[in-house]
């Protein structure tokens, strides 16, 4: 026989009353494998209480184990699918998102008048400008590819 989960209501605990101790925020949720979506959101309700505050080192640590415990189930459960999304559409979301132009990526791989030209599709970008743009937009060179 099967036992059903509920989801547990933390409620909108304030900052204030959260668990100060890693100890004590493993008892109000155990840093578990999130199998299903109660678990999923129960640990949602826990970081939504926890981010966007000073954070002690316990805390800290707690959510750092969380978010990776929500990032691993959200990778199977809740992937998002790109495959129709290509490089040059990465890199264009990317530079208006940083409000920047042609010439500001032209300055940023070398070239001022190079980040037009790959714009129009008319350059490739190098596995040189690869590593530039993966390390000014903090994301992996293979969404330029």
Known sequence: MSKLKQKKHFGLRPFSR???TFAGLCRLLSLRPIHDETDY??????????VGFELNEDQADYVEVLTTLVG????VHHAID???????????????QNHMTASDLGVLLG????GSKILRGERELSKAHLRILADRFKVDAGLFL
Do not use: C, Q, W
């Not at 691993?72 to 990778?75: I, K, Q, S, T």
């Not at 790109?82 to 208006?96: A, V």
């Not at 070239?111 to 190079?114: F, P, W």
């Open 111 to 114: 070239n001022r008048s190079l």
């Open 41 to 50: 959101d129960n640990a949602i309700e826990v970081l939504n209480a926890l």
């Open 82 to 96: 790109t495959s129709d999304i290509s490089g040059l559409d990465s890199l264009k979301y990317l530079l208006e």
């Open 18 to 20: 959260m668990p100060k």
């Open 72 to 75: 691993a189930y959200e990778d």
